[in-house]
């Protein structure tokens, strides 16, 4: 395995090494850690059903969690278990996960 040194901060690089595969650099913006993930024969057909409706869900979810949050009481209500947990760290992102566990 190659040692990544990197004289200057990148966002992200692709590269195949052979004809089927892909890998991606990345560098994380949390942690400055460079992380590279290989992918084997990548798929470059269209969604499946059981994809869209789950993308479909999620969509749905974000849109019921913008509600949610432009309404003073239901922001309260979110506000005050968000504060109890350590899992997600953003309001918005609890709300959408909570939501998208509902459906």
């Not at 990345?26 to 590279?36: L, S």
């Not at 350590?86 to 509902?102: D, E, M, S």
């Amino acid at each position: 395995m190659a040692i990544i040194k990197n004289s200057t901060p990148f966002d992200s690089i692709q590269k195949k090494f052979s004809g089927s595969d892909e890998i991606h650099f990345r560098n994380r913006k949390k942690d400055n850690a460079t992380i590279g993930v290989r992918v084997k024969n990548p798929y470059d057909g269209g969604n499946s059903e059981a994809q869209q409706a789950v993308r479909n869900a999620f969509k749905e979810a974000q849109t019921q969690a913008t509600t949610i949050l432009a309404d003073p009481e239901q922001r309260a209500t979110y506000e005050a278990k968000f504060k109890a947990q350590k899992k997600y760290v953003t309001l918005r992102g609890y709300v959408v996960a909570q939501v998208f566990a509902k459906q």
